[in-house]
């Protein structure tokens, strides 16, 4: 058995966990534009401004749902692999909670404070994504923990595609 190190080094697997977790945040950016572009054309200059008012409240809520512990679970499960049953399922428990919860305040306040019936219903739309938005963060931390950040591709594609497609099939509506 040798002790030398691999050939290459680590900069290989380096350079492939990059270009994929890079690859992920381009395809975000670019559906969010692209999203952006559709849905201010075709809603108007006052709908699409409701629109983003709800979106922006409900994404205030975003790190409530997932509580900080992406850095517990990745540096748990790089640590000790042994542990990952106890601390992915107790982990999801909580993620899921605070999803809930998070989405449930986000919708409650945002109904009482907001008395606009159409920026009310976006609030309730959105508020209800919260909880997706929280378990797809949760994978993300487990993902890269089992450094396995081509899932974190693929989900950030199928994810982006999904609300692409949500958004314009709201605004052929």
């Known amino acids: 058995m040798s002790t030398s190190p691999r050939r290459g080094g680590a900069l290989p697997k380096i350079l492939k966990g990059a270009s994929q977790v890079g690859l992920a945040r381009l ?8 999203y952006i572009v559709i849905v ?10 409701l629109f983003s008012a709800a979106q922006s409240w409900t994404l205030a809520f975003l790190p409530l749902t997932t509580l900080g512990l992406g850095a517990y679970i990745v540096r748990t499960l790089s640590q000790d692999r042994s542990r990952q049953h106890e601390v992915l399922s107790q982990s999801l428990t909580l ?5 809930a919860v998070s989405g449930s305040a986000s919708l409650l306040l945002g109904v009482i404070l907001e008395s606009d019936q159409t920026a009310g219903r976006l609030i309730l739309l959105f508020s209800f994504a919260l ?18 950040l081509g899932f974190t591709l693929r989900l950030e594609a199928s994810f982006r595609l999904l609300d692409l497609a949500t958004g314009c099939e709201s605004v052929l509506d």
Not at 29 to 34: G, M
Not at 40 to 49: I, K, M, P, T, V
């Open 40 to 49: 201010a054309r075709s809603y108007g200059a006052e709908l699409y401004g």
């Open 131 to 148: 909880i997706a938005r929280g378990l797809i963060r949760w994978m993300d931390f487990a993902f890269t923990a089992f450094e396995r």
């Open 95 to 99: 993620v899921l909670v605070a999803a």
């Open 27 to 34: 395809i975000t950016i670019s559906s969010r534009a692209l």
